[in-house]
């Protein structure tokens, strides 16, 4: 990342400067492909926002005024549909429905996951935060999911739903990362965990993705 820029998003954000933040993020994407601006600048920032605020010395009110610029600037950056699903409109490609499951609201790295997802070719189906499980469920049948990711920060929130989850891993390949995504409670609902690392996790997807469709 420019130093410079970096600062200068840094000291903007300190003054809840909304339009100097958002020229020097736009500064930062400028003429880099998705995944590198989601892996090179997006994620990068939000470790340092994560850093910071367990640091103290970033506030409540600082981070949400964050998280909501990089909604913003995310789906900015993923207007329009990817190259390849213009140019092969009715090519089979798989879909991919994401999710965190109920009260949990740490939706960022599954949005940055999904839009990698999505700039490989991947139809994808983002339901974001807070979604029930019965609600994942019904919409993984009803969108013919070939995989559903989901993501959450304490692993109850996994294994409050253990029947039903196991139930959608048996219809839709379930895979689960997040801090809450621990060997045991993995294991407990029958998923698969992603690599923590999110460009990792969507290379391993792909490559599953490859396998469970055979067509990609
Ligand atoms: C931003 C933030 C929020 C925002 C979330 C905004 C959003 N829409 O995402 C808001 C304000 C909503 C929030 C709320 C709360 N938060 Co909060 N939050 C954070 C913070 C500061 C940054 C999270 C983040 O994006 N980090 C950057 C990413 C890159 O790092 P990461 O989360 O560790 O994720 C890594 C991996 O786990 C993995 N990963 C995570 N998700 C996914 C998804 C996929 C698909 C993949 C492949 C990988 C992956 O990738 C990352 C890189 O390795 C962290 C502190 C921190 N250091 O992270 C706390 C933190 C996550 N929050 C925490 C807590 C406790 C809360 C609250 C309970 C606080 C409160 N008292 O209200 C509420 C709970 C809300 C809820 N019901 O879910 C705890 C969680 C502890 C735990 N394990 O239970 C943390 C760790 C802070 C702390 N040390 O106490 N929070």
Do not use: N
Request: glycine share 6%.
């Amino acid at each position: 990342m420019d130093t410079t820029t970096k600062e200068e998003l840094w000291a903007a954000v300190e003054a809840f400067d909304a339009e100097a933040a958002e020229m020097a993020m736009a500064k930062l994407l400028w003429d880099v492909p998705l995944s590198g601006a989601v892996a090179g600048v997006v994620l990068p920032f939000l470790k340092e926002v994560g850093d910071r605020w367990e640091a103290g010395t970033l506030s409540v009110a600082h981070e949400h005024f964050v998280i909501d610029m990089l909604r913003r600037k995310l789906s900015t950056l993923s207007s329009m549909p990817p190259q390849q699903l213009l140019e092969k409109a009715s090519a089979p490609s798989p879909v991919v429905l994401l999710a965190c499951p109920a009260g949990e609201r740490h939706d960022m790295v599954l949005l940055c996951v999904a839009l990698m997802l999505r700039e490989r070719g991947a139809r994808v189906r983002f339901l974001g935060a807070d979604t029930p499980i019965p609600a994942v469920l019904t919409a993984a049948r009803a969108a013919h999911a070939d995989a559903v990711v989901l993501a959450a920060t304490r692993s109850t929130a996994f294994t409050a739903h253990t029947t039903t989850l196991r139930r959608l891993a048996q219809d839709h390949a379930l895979y689960v990362a997040g801090r809450g995504a621990d060997e045991q409670t993995v294991a407990e609902i029958g998923a698969t965990a992603l690599p923590d690392e999110p460009v990792r996790a969507v290379v391993f997807l792909v490559g599953a993705l490859t396998e469970i469709t055979g067509s990609w």
